[in-house]
């Protein structure tokens, strides 16, 4: 079986501008988007993140470039991925990537296909009231149903949205770091990743004991700068999305 990239992520805690002061990402070119997550609207009337729950993830971006909406699974298995979603591809506008998540010692597998729209083309889907669906094309449908034929996308409202400033490859020691902040409804995250990829002379037990290193290099490399590690349990899009769903906005 081929191996997978790895995204390793860390999440930080305490107050965002200093941490990426700390960590020299406030001198970068920044990124600004603004996020929003597609949910079931009678789950949020209830304070529910349903889609999350069943693990799907619908994503719009607009701002800082092209528009884009992904649909994810999250965490998911490979003996789901079927057909051409077995592996990667990319073919404009799609992107589709199969790859392991790893956030302390938590690791899963995230499938995602992402559909690149023209800037300002999404920003009608998540106003209130919209057809937050209807921007899910055809690939993105077939993926879920192929791969997730339980989950239904009907009835969306759009939760948001997130501002996302995101600083792109700050050098850490020798490692190269994305940092991503995200603020919305009085919360403010920062997120620290990088991604590792095999190499043609891996094997699997090679692999996975270089992105371990490569791991607690990032965390280390964070801790040396004073900024304190979260210990929270859930990711930020959880925490945003439960949140944003509790408060009732869309």
Known sequence: MDLLPVEIKVNIEGEVAAALSALGGSGGAMTTRRIWFAEDRNGVAEGRVLLLDSGVIVRFRTGGGPDDLTVKLRPCTREQLVGRFAAKFETTPFTYRIEE???EDRRVLAASLMHDHPPGALSGAVEPGADTAAPIDAVQDQFLHACAPAVRLDGLVALGPILSTKVDDVPLGDLDVNLEAW????????EASIRVKPKD?????????RAERKQRKLEDAV???????????????RRVLTALAEAGQS
């Open 223 to 237: 801790r040396e700068r004073g900024v304190t590690l979260s210990e929270h349990p859930e990711s930020k899009t």
């Open 183 to 190: 603020s919305v409804a009085g919360l403010e995250f920062l």
């Open 201 to 209: 002379e891996d094997d699997a037990q090679e692999f996975t004991a």
């Open 101 to 103: 998540d790893w956030s």
